[in-house]
């Protein structure tokens, strides 16, 4: 089935010690999307890709960063995380056009 | 912020009974989504509405849509317990933008 995957799904990383999450999609789309959620929040998104162009958010701290090496693959690193970066990390893909957004299951992250 | 708001922000009802969620948004819109989440896991689509269309069903799921008040409904009839749930509006702001723009989400919890 085509599907979004992220990796892994559990992540303990310690303060400012740099970490990076995964995303990979079988479903050949041209946008991929980084949101991160806290607990009881909306998701906010921080960037996002279209083929190769990279579109960050104005308020996208810059400890994260993003990296899209084929359509397949999307990598978020967060270079120094602090307390306040523990939360849930989406990854989902839409179509070129498209409205949809596909999500993987996340990744949730716990600084330590 | 764009960021649409969703009323209530907890519903609980009896299994088989009727949840109606609100969401209101800010500036004009190409379309309007609705998402469930279930708890630790990522968004799953339900159903999108554009701005031209009023109603629209798919399954248990009626959603309306007044761009004059700039507000949308979600309607989930004969509910089930499996519909426990967040479920979270969404507005595209132009076609093609890409980028979605999350509510803040309602917890609806179906009590068996």
Redesign the interface.
């Given at each position: 089935d085509a599907m979004?995957i992220?990796n892994p799904r559990y992540q303990v990383t310690q303060f400012g010690k740099p970490v990076t999450l995964s995303c990979s999609q079988t479903l050949n789309h041209n946008?991929m999307y980084w949101y991160q959620q806290k607990s009881?929040?909306?998701?906010?998104?921080l960037f996002?890709y279209?083929d190769k162009d990279f579109n960050n958010e104005a308020d996208t701290p810059d400890n994260f960063q993003s990296r899209r090496p084929n359509t397949s693959f999307c990598f978020l690193d967060i270079r120094s995380p602090g307390l306040g970066d523990a939360a849930?990390y989406?990854c989902?893909t839409?179509s070129t056009?498209g409205?949809?957004?596909?999500?993987?299951?996340?990744t949730?992250l716990l600084v330590l | 912020s764009q960021q649409g708001e969703e009323d209530p922000q907890a519903l609980s009802i009896q299994e088989g009974e009727n949840a109606t969620m609100n969401c209101s948004y800010k500036t004009s819109i190409n379309n309007l989504q609705w998402y469930r989440q279930n708890s630790g896991r990522g968004l799953v689509h339900l159903i999108l509405i554009r701005s031209n269309e009023r109603e629209k069903h798919s399954g248990r799921l009626r959603v309306t849509l007044d761009t004059s008040k700039k507000s949308s409904s979600l309607l989930i009839t004969a509910s089930r317990a499996a519909d426990t749930a967040s479920y979270f509006c969404a507005t595209e702001r132009n076609f093609g933008n890409e980028k979605l723009t999350f509510g803040t989400g309602t917890r609806l919890t179906i009590i068996p």
């Open positions: 979004v992220q946008v009881s929040q909306a998701p906010k998104l996002h279209y849930m989406l989902a839409s056009g409205e949809t957004q596909y999500f993987g299951p996340g949730r | -």
